[in-house]
Nanobody
Framework: QVQLVESGGGLVQAGGSLRLSCAAS????????LGWFRQAPGKEREFVAA????????YYADSVKGRFTISRDNAENTVYLQMNSLKPEDTAAYYC????????????????WGQGTQVTVSS
């Protein structure tokens, strides 16, 4: 049974930082690219960042480029999202997901999803 478990969300002031983690089990971690998506109340789920299977390629939404960094530790089956210079508009539930494809930006291409972790940025 595949499980993706996010952690690290919370309440932070604007300008602050958070580091999200997503621990995976039940799958061959190195065979999957990993992505982070987010969904704010009343809005559609949107792509945030993705990292290729080996970690050599990283991809970001324009809204987070330069502020967020995605990384992975294949030995620990974990993907991270370092979020700096947080803004109130970053407030959302953040989800990690795994895909066996190279279509990183498309949520429907992801095979497995975590339950999400809430990030709230106060102004």
């Amino acid at each position: 049974q595949v499980q993706l478990v996010e952690s690290g969300g919370g309440l932070v002031q604007a300008g602050g930082s958070l580091r999200l983690s997503c621990a995976a089990s039940g799958l061959t971690f190195g065979n999957y690219a990993l992505g982070w998506f987010r969904q704010a109340p009343g809005k559609e789920r949107e792509f945030v960042a993705a990292i290729s299977r080996g970690g050599g390629g990283t991809y970001y939404a324009d809204s987070v480029k330069g502020r967020f960094t995605i990384s992975r530790d294949n030995a620990e089956n974990t993907v991270y999202l370092q979020m700096n210079s947080l803004k109130p508009e970053d407030t959302a539930a953040y989800y990690c997901a795994a895909t066996s494809t190279t279509y990183y930006y498309r949520s429907y291409e992801y095979n497995y999803w975590g339950q999400g972790t809430q990030v709230t940025v106060s102004s």
